[in-house]
């Protein structure tokens, strides 16, 4: 199951681009916890948050950079997070 971007409360993006080629070639994936200890689904949220936030504010993106998220928690429960979208 992909869950969708309410899920973890998304920012709204500041603009999409529409794409042109159909079917897409590639897609951005990143696992949340490549550095970090994520224990808990509430954990996962508030790093995919904060990464939004850094990209949209401080890099000046539009929105957060990657297509879908990945996230484990302690238990080993992998989720799969829907990030950036096109029209």
């Given at each position: 199951?992909i869950?969708?971007?309410?899920?973890?409360?998304?920012?709204?993006?500041?603009?999409?681009?529409?794409?042109?080629?159909?079917?897409?070639?590639?897609?951005?994936?990143?696992?949340?916890?490549?550095?970090k200890?994520?224990?808990?689904q509430?954990?996962?949220?508030?790093?995919?948050?904060?990464?939004?936030?850094?990209?949209?504010?401080?890099?000046?993106?539009?929105?957060?950079?990657?297509?879908?998220?990945v996230?484990?928690?302690?238990?080993?429960?992998?989720?799969?997070?829907?990030?950036?979208?096109?029209?």
């Amino acid at each position: 199951t992909i869950l969708n971007r309410s899920s973890w409360n998304a920012l709204p993006y500041k603009s999409r681009d529409n794409l042109k080629t159909f079917p897409v070639p590639y897609i951005v994936i990143r696992r949340i916890n490549e550095s970090k200890s994520i224990v808990t689904q509430k954990d996962c949220i508030r790093e995919m948050k904060d990464l939004q936030m850094y990209q949209m504010d401080q890099r000046g993106w539009v929105d957060i950079g990657y297509n879908f998220l990945v996230c484990n928690d302690r238990d080993n429960q992998s989720q799969i997070y829907r990030g950036r979208g096109w029209s």
